[in-house]
């Protein structure tokens, strides 16, 4: 069974340009989530989707970052413009459902460098 | 809100040992569960061990067990018979049982594995 799909890997940009993470869930996970990890800590979620649906983007800085999720399935989290404080670990994980239960499972993540 | 706090920022062990990784959280729920994850240098999130809060038994896979202490809301991690492989970074973390719950991470631990 395939994990969780992430990509890029890595991404070095410059601050106030644009990016994008993509991630591709389990098969028949509905619930997807995005993760943010500062060097040194815990990840934080950022975001959680039940199918297509945002169900809890409270975590979310509205103001420069954005996340779909068309059809349920893969889906992608932009941030712009980027600044050098968004430099960090993406992590997006996948569950079959959304409660306690249901394990967690993780991509490898994308290694921001906003420079 | 939950809080996850690993107070141990570094540990070391020599190879064949076993070591305690700690964990205490804060919490208001009855129902909830309590992971460990490792995350070695590829970022790759993969989960160690998990423990339901209505369990008195303690979780253990293979080599790895816990010391659950629910009065103490006390959650320890060891590690029995060291293997270099083990060195990465040791996250604890909390979910409540209800769907819309997040996992809340502790700033993690550091194992070092000492040949």
Same mark, same amino acid.
Not at chain 1, 80 to 89: F, H, K, T, Y
Not at chain 2, 81 to 85: K, R, Y
């Given at each position: 069974e395939a994990g969780v799909v992430q990509s890029p890997r890595y991404k070095i940009i410059e601050k106030k340009q644009p990016v994008a993470f993509w991630c591709n869930p389990i098969s028949g996970h509905n619930t997807l989530y995005w993760y943010l990890q500062n060097l040194g800590q815990g990840p934080e979620l950022l975001i959680r989707y039940e199918n297509e649906e945002a169900v809890d983007d409270s975590q979310l800085p509205k103001d420069r970052f954005s996340a779909e999720r068309l059809k349920g399935v893969d889906s992608t989290l932009k941030i712009?413009? =980027?600044?050098?404080?968004?430099? =960090?670990?993406y992590l997006c994980a996948s569950s079959l459902g959304d409660r306690g239960i249901y394990e967690q499972f993780f991509g490898p993540g994308t290694r921001l460098t906003v420079l | 809100a939950q809080t996850v706090t690993q107070s141990q920022p570094e540990m070391s062990v020599q190879e064949a040992e076993t070591v305690t990784l700690s964990c205490t959280y804060d919490t208001s729920e009855s129902d909830y569960y309590l992971f460990w994850y490792k995350q070695p240098p590829s970022r790759q999130m993969i989960l160690v061990i998990r423990q339901e809060a209505y369990k008195q038994q303690n979780a253990t896979e %293979?080599? &790895?067990?816990? %010391? &659950? !202490? +629910?009065?103490? +809301?006390s959650f320890s991690l060891k590690i029995s018979?060291? !293997?270099?492989?083990d060195a990465a970074m040791y996250f604890c973390a909390y979910r409540g049982e209800s769907a819309g719950n997040m996992l809340t991470f502790g700033g993690g631990t550091r194992l070092m594995v000492k040949p």
């Open positions: 712009q413009p =980027a600044e050098l404080g968004d430099s =960090a670990v | %293979n080599r &790895f067990s816990v %010391n &659950f !202490q +629910k009065a103490a +809301k018979d060291s !293997q270099l492989g």
